[in-house]
């Protein structure tokens, strides 16, 4: 995999899941739940991860990630 980039370098953890694709539905639930909880910094590194490994956002995490930095609470968010 060679070294990382500054980008991934954001997310080093999310390195060992660069290859297993599958996993990016469980990891965006588990993001998810982070910010249901209230966790807004658990959630954001999910989040970053999820960015990171799949550059093309289809699950749409950049719309989660606005909410979540700004810290607004699952039942106050659009997202829903």
């Given at each position: 995999m060679?070294?990382?980039s500054p980008e991934q370098e954001k997310a080093p953890g999310c390195r060992v899941f660069e290859r297993q694709r599958?996993?990016?539905p469980?990891?965006?639930g588990f993001g998810l739940?982070?910010?249901h909880l209230g966790r807004f910094e658990?959630?954001?590194r999910i989040f970053d991860c999820l960015l990171?490994?799949?550059p093309s956002d289809n699950p749409g995490v950049r719309?989660?990630?606005e909410e979540d930095r700004a810290k607004v609470t699952w039942e106050n968010s659009r997202v829903q």
């Open positions: 060679g070294e990382a599958l996993f990016l469980c990891m965006n739940c982070w910010w658990e959630a954001a990171w490994l799949n719309f989660l990630i």
